[in-house]
Nanobody, 116 residues
Framework: QVQLVESGGGLVQPGGSLRLSCTVSTTIFSFNAMGWYRQAPGGKDREMVTTMTSDGSTQYGDSVKGRFTISRDNAKNTVYLQMNMLKPEDTAVYYC?????????WGQGTQVTVSS
């Protein structure tokens, strides 16, 4: 069974940085793409933050371009989200996702709160 475990969330002041990690229970090469999504307090839908395909192509949501960076360590089966210049509107639960064909696996989420 595929498991995704996020870590690294917490409370940070505006302008600060955090790095989220997503460790997968199997090789990340088995997925077509991996990514990060977030759901703001009271939000109905999960918003795409960033995705990375198996060949390394990346996409970013408009609100995070230039501030967030996705990366991966294949040997550790881990995907990272480096978040810089954080804003209060980045406050959300952040979810790791892994896509294999028609199915998407999700982690349990990690809370990020940006507040002074």
């Amino acid at each position: 069974q595929v498991q995704l475990v996020e870590s690294g969330g917490g409370l940070v002041q505006p302008g600060g940085s955090l790095r989220l990690s997503c460790t997968v229970s199997t090789t990340i090469f088995s997925f077509n793409a991996m990514g990060w999504y977030r759901q703001a307090p009271g939000g109905k839908d999960r918003e795409m933050v960033t995705t990375m395909t198996s060949d390394g192509s990346t996409q970013y949501g408009d609100s995070v371009k230039g501030r967030f960076t996705i990366s991966r360590d294949n040997a550790k089966n881990t995907v990272y989200l480096q978040m810089n210049m954080l804003k209060p509107e980045d406050t959300a639960v952040y979810y790791c996702a892994a896509n294999r064909g028609w199915y998407t696996y999700w982690g349990q989420g990690t809370q990020v709160t940006v507040s002074s």
